[in-house]
C-alpha cells in the first residue's frame, strides 16, 4: 500500500510529458487523458485515505534513503483527505473548463498550454500534502507557483498579465522567505525532515524556535492570504479565466492553511504565537467580510469572502484543541468545495450575460432558473445555514472556542457569529441584485466582455477567424466588432480577447459540461451534510493523531 503513496504526484507529472509531446494535436485524446488521469488521481486518494483512516500513516522513501538525506512522503488521515478533496475539486474543474471551450484554444499557441499547466498544478498540490519534509513542502509550492502563473495569465491580456506578475512578485517574496527559514532550519537542527524535527526542535533554545516558527507562519500566511497579507488577491483572482479562478480561490489558499497545520501541531506543539494567531484570524474574518459588503462585481464579492472564511481555518488552528483542529478541518474540505461551486457559477453567469457586475444583472432567477439554484444551495453553505456542511464546521469552531474560555477565545466566537451574519447578508445582496429583481434597462440580453481587446491595441486585426468561437454564433448587427472596444454586445456574440486571437463568447445556452460539472459540485457540497456525522468523527480521529504526533513519527522513523 506504500508504494501508491508516490502516484498522485508522478502520474500528472507523467501524463504532462506526454501531453507536450502530443503538442495541439489530437484534442479529443487530450481531454480524454486528462480526465482519466484526474479520475485516477481521485481514486488513488480515496484508497489512501482509507488506509490511512484504517492502518495508520503510510509512508515511503523515494530510491530507499531514509531520512535526513532522502525524500520522505506521508500519508495520513489529514493528507487523505486533502488529497481526496482537492482531487474530485479539480476533476470537476477541468470537466467546466471543457465545457468553456478553454482547451479548444490550445491549437492557437504553439505548444498545448492549459492541460499540462493543470495537470503540473495538481502535482504540485499533491505533493504538498504528501510532503514529508521542508524541502519537499517548498518544491510543492514551487511547482505550483510555475503553474498557477502560466494559468493565470493565459489569454495574455494586459490585466491579466499585470494581476499574474502581482502574484509572482508576492509568491517569489514568499519563496525567498521559506527559503531562509529552511537554511535556519536545518543549521540548527540538522535535519528538515518532520519527523525528525519533531524531536530535534524541541531541544533548540526558546528564542530560535520561536522565530522560525513566525517565519514558516508568515510564508504559509501569505499562501493562505490571511489578513494582513491578503491585499494580493482580490486583483489577482477575478481577472483569470472562470475555471482557473475557482480553483485557485477554492483549492491554493488551502495549502497555505493545511501547510499552517501540519507545522504547527508536529513542530511547534504549545506554540507560543497562538494569540497572534487569533488576532489575524478575527482580522482576517471581520475585514473580509467588511470588504464584499463593499463590492458590487461578483468576483471580487466572492474574493473577499474567501479572506474572511480563511479566518475560520486560522481559528481552529490557533486555538489548538482537539475540538478546534477536527473544526478547522471540516471547514477547509466544505470551503474548498463550495468555495470553488460559488466561483464556477460565477463563470456560468459572465458565459451567459458577459459580465459579473451586480449593477448590470437581473432577472436570472426568471431568465435562468437552473444557474439560480447552483448559486443559491452554495451560497447558504457558505453562510453556514443549517444543516448544511457550513453550519458543522462553524459550530464545531465556536463550541471549541466557548471550551476554551479564555477572552481572544470569546472574542473570535463573536466575531464567527458577526461574520457569519454578514456573509448571509453579502449572499442576500447578489441573490438580490443578480437573481430576484427584474433586469436593469438596457441589460436584457446583452453583456460586456471584461477582457478586451482595448487591452492590446491593434489585436482586431489578428481575430479574421474569431466568428468560429466555441459556440458558432454571430453576435447581431456585426456586435464583433464592438464587442472587442469592451461594449456593450448581445448574447451569442463572438469576440476577440488579447493578443493570441482567443475569443469569449456570450450565449444564453450554456455548455452541458459546464453545467453538469457546477451541478456536480454542489452535490459534493451536499454529501458533506449527508454525511456529517462520519465526516465529522474522521476528522476528529485525525486532529487526534495531529496532536500525538507519535504515529506520524513512528510512521515515518519506523520506531
Not at 494535436?25 to 490511512?52: C, K, P
Not at 482576517?284 to 470588504?291: A, E
Not at 464583433?480 to 445556452?509: D, K, N
Request: overall charge neutral.
Amino acid at each position: 500500500m506504500n508504494a501508491l503513496v508516490p502516484l498522485p504526484v508522478l502520474l500528472p507529472l507523467c501524463v504532462t510529458g506526454l501531453k507536450l509531446a502530443i503538442g495541439p494535436r489530437l484534442q479529443r485524446f487530450q481531454r480524454f487523458i486528462t480526465l482519466a488521469v484526474l479520475g485516477a488521481v481521485l481514486v488513488l486518494s480515496v484508497i489512501l485515505m482509507v488506509a490511512a483512516d484504517r492502518h495508520g500513516p503510510l509512508s515511503v522513501h523515494l530510491g530507499d534513503f531514509a531520512p535526513p538525506v532522502g525524500i520522505t512522503l506521508v500519508a495520513d488521515r489529514l493528507a487523505g483527505l486533502m488529497l481526496t478533496v482537492s482531487s474530485a475539486v479539480t476533476l470537476l474543474v477541468n470537466l467546466y473548463s471543457l465545457g468553456q471551450g478553454m482547451a479548444d484554444r490550445d491549437d492557437q499557441t504553439p505548444v498545448g498550454v492549459f492541460h499540462p499547466a493543470y495537470l503540473i498544478l495538481v502535482a504540485g498540490v499533491s505533493c504538498t500534502f504528501l510532503a514529508g519534509d521542508l524541502v519537499n513542502l517548498y518544491v510543492g509550492f514551487e511547482i505550483m507557483l510555475v503553474a498557477s502563473f502560466v494559468l493565470l495569465t493565459i489569454g495574455g491580456t494586459a490585466t491579466r498579465v499585470r494581476a499574474g506578475s502581482t502574484y509572482v512578485i508576492i509568491s517569489l517574496f514568499s519563496s525567498v522567505l521559506f527559503l531562509v527559514a529552511i537554511a535556519m532550519t536545518y543549521s540548527v537542527a540538522g535535519t528538515v525532515n518532520f519527523a525528525q524535527l519533531a524531536g530535534r526542535l524541541q531541544e533548540v533554545p526558546l528564542g530560535v524556535r520561536t522565530l522560525l516558527e513566525a517565519m514558516l507562519l508568515t510564508v504559509f500566511a501569505i499562501k493562505a492570504a490571511v489578513f494582513p497579507l491578503a491585499a494580493w488577491l482580490p486583483d489577482s483572482y477575478p481577472t483569470a479565466p472562470a475555471p482557473v479562478t475557482a480553483v485557485f480561490a477554492g483549492l491554493l489558499t488551502k495549502v497555505g492553511v493545511y501547510s499552517m497545520l501540519r507545522t504547527q501541531t508536529l513542530l511547534f506543539p504549545g506554540h507560543r504565537l497562538g494569540d497572534l494567531l487569533m488576532l489575524a484570524a478575527l482580522a482576517s474574518m471581520v475585514i473580509g467580510i467588511l470588504g464584499a459588503v463593499a463590492q458590487t462585481d461578483l468576483k471580487r464579492v466572492l474574493s473577499f469572502t474567501l479572506i474572511s472564511h480563511i479566518g475560520y481555518m486560522v481559528f481552529g488552528i490557533a486555538l489548538a484543541g482537539r475540538g478546534s483542529i477536527a473544526g478547522a478541518i471540516v471547514y477547509v474540505a466544505h470551503h474548498i468545495t463550495v468555495q470553488t461551486t460559488l466561483f464556477l457559477v460565477a463563470g456560468l453567469i459572465e458565459r451567459r450575460d458577459g459580465t459579473t457586475e451586480l449593477t448590470r444583472l437581473g432577472g436570472l432567477a426568471k431568465t435562468a432558473p437552473l444557474v439560480a439554484v447552483l448559486f443559491f444551495v452554495p451560497a447558504m453553505n457558505l453562510a453556514g445555514i443549517p444543516p448544511l456542511s457550513g453550519f458543522i464546521g462553524k459550530l464545531g469552531l465556536m463550541r471549541a472556542g466557548v471550551d476554551n474560555g479564555g477572552g481572544w477565545a470569546w472574542a473570535l466566537v463573536a466575531g464567527s457569529a458577526a461574520t457569519s451574519l454578514l456573509t448571509l447578508y453579502v449572499m442576500a445582496k447578489v441573490w438580490n441584485l443578480a437573481f430576484w429583481r427584474d433586469a436593469p434597462p438596457g441589460a436584457e440580453g446583452e453583456g460586456r466582455v471584461l477582457e478586451s481587446a482595448e487591452d492590446e491595441p491593434g489585436d482586431d486585426a489578428n481575430d479574421e477567424d474569431g466568428a468560429g468561437g466555441a459556440d458558432g454564433e454571430h453576435g447581431a448587427d456585426g456586435a464583433e466588432t464592438g464587442a472587442g472596444r469592451g461594449l456593450p454586445v448581445p448574447a451569442g456574440a463572438v469576440v476577440p480577447a488579447g493578443f493570441l486571437g482567443q475569443t469569449i463568447t456570450t450565449t444564453r445556452r450554456l455548455p452541458w459540461p459546464m453545467l453538469v460539472a457546477t451541478g456536480a459540485a454542489v452535490a459534493l457540497g451536499l454529501l458533506y451534510t449527508v454525511l456529517g456525522g462520519p465526516l465529522t468523527t474522521f476528522t476528529e480521529a485525525a486532529a487526534t493523531e495531529l496532536l500525538a504526533r507519535t504515529p506520524y513519527i513512528e510512521a515515518v522513523l519506523g520506531r
